[in-house]
């Protein structure tokens, strides 16, 4: 079976972010079973939605995995999904998409990483449950999204005060 994957993000015109996806796409490639990976956006920035699945339909894959790479899936998402799922129909090519990162306990994790690496690089030595964080989200008028960040933040306090 020969599998390909696409992620999907909400598009920047900062260069950065299209690096970044790449240096995720290469990693996937090389830890997982994929002889492709790409990405695209959202909104923004090409490649957009359509033209990230064109090409990975031009590959030769059975399987095309998407991963709407966002925090929490807005309507924006939402409906980019759906409208992903319409190029089933005209293909053999079978896609399944995944959940957006969303309340997962690695993301915890890994802002508990972000905090512990940032005080030290910057040689801040003071207790972390003395430490301010700030967790900025995207926004989106789905009245759930403010959940992903809630859980972030309790599971951030449960680690802060063990």
């Known amino acids: 079976m020969k599998r390909g994957l696409l992620?999907?993000?909400r598009g920047s015109r900062e260069r950065e972010a299209s690096e970044e996806l790449e240096v995720i796409c290469n990693a996937i490639k090389a830890k997982g079973d994929y002889v492709?990976?790409?990405?695209?956006?959202?909104e923004v920035e090409p490649p957009y939605i359509e033209d990230g699945i064109a090409k990975c339909l031009k590959q030769n894959i059975d399987h095309l995995t998407i991963v709407p790479y966002f925090l929490y899936p807005g309507k924006k998402v939402k409906n980019?999904?759906?409208d992903v799922m319409k190029f089933q129909k005209d293909t053999k090519v079978k896609f399944v998409v995944t959940k957006p990162m969303s309340m997962h306990k690695t993301l915890i994790n890994l802002v508990e990483n972000r905090i512990s690496t940032t005080l030290q690089k910057n040689h801040v030595t003071i207790?972390?449950?003395d430490v301010d964080v700030l967790i900025i989200g995207h926004g989106s008028k789905d009245p759930n999204a403010q959940m992903s960040l809630d859980y972030v933040v309790d599971g951030l306090k449960k680690i802060i005060e063990m």
């Not at 492709?36 to 959202?42: D, G, K, Q, S, V």
């Open 7 to 9: 992620l999907i993000d």
């Open 36 to 42: 492709f990976t790409e990405y695209c956006f959202l």
């Open 80 to 82: 980019a999904v759906t």
């Open 127 to 129: 207790p972390k449950k």
